[in-house]
């Protein structure tokens, strides 16, 4: 596959900050969103794209399989705990001592109840701020699935809410 044309480098610089919302949307950290974007940007550097793709719709694409990577070894290291080395035994950071913190975690505890397919969806088109038509290119599905998954994860979302209101 051929390298970036300069053309496409300066579509991908635009749309970074999008990219990464998503990437932090996705991971629930601004740290884990960040190694996320990085390695999406690597990839896509790496392995290029044909000439004729919509960088946009690549990027977020090349995003979302390098997540699915991700929770698939956090899976393998959850799944077999002596195999893994904590070199960092959670320390916390100043972003987990900020006000607003408890917040931020309730929504992101929020969001990672939902099944991943909604989360993706809900993410791009909420987060991010895509049109259904361009969530369903880059999750390669028809917008109807794109609105009925939006649907559920709000009806889920508002369900949570109500719960943690009433408690």
């Not at 996705?26 to 190694?35: E, F, I, M, R, S």
């Not at 705990?81 to 917040?103: K, N």
Request: net charge negative.
């Amino acid at each position: 596959m051929p390298m970036l044309s300069d053309l496409q480098r300066e579509a991908l610089l635009a749309e970074l900050a999008g990219l990464r919302k998503f990437c932090i949307s996705l991971t629930g950290t601004v740290a884990d969103g960040d190694d996320l974007l990085q390695t999406t940007i690597e990839r896509v550097l790496d392995k290029g794209m044909p000439a004729d793709a919509h960088v946009a719709k690549w990027a977020y694409r090349v995003c979302k399989n390098a997540w699915i990577d991700e929770i698939r070894a956090r899976d393998v290291r959850h799944k077999y705990p002596h195999l893994v080395i904590d070199e960092d035994a959670s320390s916390p950071s100043a972003e987990q001592t900020a006000g607003g913190q408890r917040e931020l975690e309730s929504v992101s505890a929020a969001l990672d109840a939902l099944p991943p397919e909604q989360r993706l969806a809900l993410t791009l088109v909420a987060i991010d701020g895509k049109t259904y038509a361009e969530a369903a290119e880059i999750l390669e599905v028809p917008v109807g699935t794109i609105m009925s998954r939006i649907a559920r994860a709000r009806r889920q979302l508002a369900g949570q809410r109500g719960s943690r209101e009433t408690d």
